[in-house]
């Protein structure tokens, strides 16, 4: 049962140009969502991530949006570098202590940026 | 660097062997969660700990174990291996349960 789901598995962009990732939950226990970047045999690191209460989240080129009435979440990365090309995991999560602490992943959008 | 420690980077093994891999959190991370990624699958949620104490339990199979010791690190023991098993495992950790996990390297387990 796949509570998190990105639809799109795979997304190619100009450099310089938006990429958007999109993402999409079904659990409205949820209440932290975040963005991993992941490169070919590395482990995901950690991007950005957005609390419930919030809308919006920005730091330097990537931009989270949240939501919460479409269960929809995307992430904007302006302008799109060689360097951003990974794979993008999506993942929520839910209160910290509970059943729902610890981090449910989408199957993740293969970002190319060509120059 | 994550901070979060996995030994060993490469494992390779025989069908109906037995493996361990080794996870040391963060400083200060209470949590410890591990991760498969088969080819082109996404990541699997195999286990959490939590101080010790298991949380919260994924697609793990019963061939599968982990356990997180006093000192936090964690072991994932993996037995009577199939060629299927092959993947990366990934582990990762938190301040608690839930919020940023900052992940390992991987190990990656080829099964022969």
């Known amino acids: 049962d796949q509570q998190v789901k990105q639809n799109s598995p795979s997304l190619s962009v100009q450099e310089g140009r938006i990429s958007i990732l999109n993402c999409d939950y079904t659990n409205s226990m949820f209440d932290y969502f975040l963005w991993y970047k992941k490169y070919p045999a590395e482990g995901p690191t950690f991007l950005i991530s957005?609390?419930?209460?919030?809308d919006k989240n920005e730091d330097g080129r990537f931009t989270v949006f949240l939501n919460k009435s479409a269960k929809h979440l995307s992430l904007h990365i302006v302008p799109s570098q060689p360097g951003d090309s990974a794979v993008y995991f999506c993942a929520a999560s839910g209160r910290r202590g509970s059943t729902l602490g610890r981090l449910y992943f989408g199957r993740g959008t293969q970002l190319t940026v060509w120059p | 660097d994550s901070g979060v420690t996995q030994t060993p980077k490469h494992l390779i093994t025989a069908t109906g062997q037995r493996v361990t891999l080794r996870c040391s959190p963060r400083?200060?991370?209470?949590?410890v969660y591990w991760y498969q990624q088969s080819l082109d699958q996404g990541l699997q949620f195999l286990i959490q700990y939590y101080n010790g104490e298991e949380r919260a339990k994924g697609n793990i199979l019963e061939r599968f174990s982990a356990q997180q010791f006093p000192d936090l690190h964690s072991e994932l023991n993996l037995s009577s291996l199939e060629l299927g098993d092959s993947a990366l495992y990934f582990c990762?950790?938190?301040?608690?349960?839930?919020?940023?996990?900052?992940f390992g390297q991987g190990t990656r387990l080829t099964v022969v």
């Open positions: 957005i609390s419930s209460i919030k």
């Open positions: 400083s200060g991370d209470l949590s």
């Open positions: 990762a950790s938190s301040r608690q349960g839930g919020g940023e996990a900052f």
